[in-house]
């Protein structure tokens, strides 16, 4: 199974060109699931996560913010929403969204979002999240990781696949944080990567991130995988980067996705749901 996390950087910068881009990068990828972050939707309109999921022939999971307003503020525009999202290969059947613990001074609607996927043999518990970003939020990120560590404990069971947990931590691997997750028994899938393994999500390379006074590339963008299942099942067989350069000239987002392949137990994938048929949930609550 083919897991993608990848935060889209919302609608800054050339956002129309990225879209674009970031479609490349998926359809290339070929995923059976992915976490999204910072994906903008407009009104009743148009929204990033169902326009790939067309695109790719994907279902989908939508989780908008409950609190845009902070963002809308940065590009002007109080038409533009942004949320959290799923892509997924199989059906989504269970659904369900935390919000994240936050002073009232720093709350701009950050989500978790749990979607349970209907995979040949076994469901799979999936998980994507967006934790508050700067140095001086640690101690939130802090708490929202223990919130998140509960919300997967709560909605794990029932199923043979360990619990899948995608997003932007913003935090560096080693912090506080992250290790909660794991303490947790939330392992970085990042430990299986090849040694020399590029691992900067938060790349200085790239010209969105260029302007960072000083800060270091650095990963802050993860997979977690729990203990496998019956014949390794979730084991994490390799990970790696994607989305870490230009695409026809033009950088798809501030962050690079990771990518993890995991042993699927000897259980072959579902074919890809056509694309008329793979709405999935959408607006009407899913």
Same mark, same amino acid.
């Given at each position: 199974m083919r897991v993608v996390t990848w935060?889209?950087?919302?609608?800054?910068?050339?956002?129309?060109?990225?879209?674009?881009?970031?479609?490349?990068?998926?359809?290339?990828?070929?995923?059976?699931?992915?976490g999204l972050q910072e994906v903008w939707a407009v009104g009743d309109g148009e929204n990033l996560a169902e326009w790939l999921a067309g695109e790719l022939g994907l279902h989908w999971a939508w989780a908008p913010s409950p609190a845009p307003e902070r963002w809308q503020r940065r590009?002007?525009?109080?038409?533009?929403?942004?949320?959290?999202?799923?892509?997924?290969?199989?059906p989504v059947v269970e659904r369900a969204v935390l919000r994240l613990p936050v002073p009232g001074e720093l709350d701009d609607g950050r989500l978790a979002l749990h979607t349970r996927l209907?995979?040949?043999?076994?469901?799979? /518990?999936?998980?994507?999240?967006?934790l508050t970003s700067g140095a001086h939020a640690a101690a939130v990120r802090r708490e929202q990781a223990a919130a998140l560590a509960r919300f997967v404990a709560g909605h794990r069971h029932g199923t043979v696949h360990p619990p899948v947990v995608t997003?932007?931590?913003?935090?560096?691997?080693?912090?506080?944080?992250?290790?909660?997750?794991?303490?947790?028994?939330?392992?970085?899938?990042?430990e299986h *990567?090849? /040694?020399?393994? /590029?691992?900067?999500?938060?790349?200085?390379?790239?010209?969105?991130?260029?302007?960072?006074?000083?800060?270091?590339?650095?990963?802050?963008?993860?997979v977690h995988v729990g203990p496998p299942?019956?014949?390794?099942?979730?084991?994490?067989?390799a990970?790696?980067?994607?989305g870490a350069g230009p695409v026809d000239g033009v950088w798809p987002s501030d962050h690079a996705a990771v990518v993890a392949d995991l042993e699927d137990g000897g259980v072959a994938p *579902?074919?890809?749901?056509?694309?008329?048929?793979?709405?999935g949930p959408g607006r009407s609550g899913w």
């Open positions: 935060n889209l950087w919302w609608r800054f910068g050339p956002w129309a060109e990225r879209q674009k881009a970031i479609l490349a990068v998926l359809r290339e990828l070929r995923p059976d699931v992915v590009i002007g525009d109080d038409t533009v929403g942004i949320g959290t999202a799923v892509l997924s290969r199989w209907d995979a040949p043999g076994h469901q799979v /518990p999936f998980f994507t999240v967006h997003g932007d931590l913003n935090a560096r691997p080693g912090s506080p944080e992250v290790r909660l997750l794991r303490a947790a028994q939330l392992h970085d899938a990042w *990567a090849g /040694p020399g393994t /590029p691992s900067g999500t938060w790349d200085t390379a790239n010209p969105y991130v260029a302007h960072a006074d000083g800060e270091p590339s650095t990963r802050i963008d993860y299942g019956p014949g390794g099942l979730g084991r994490v067989r990970v790696r980067r994607a *579902a074919p890809a749901a056509d694309t008329a048929s793979a709405t």
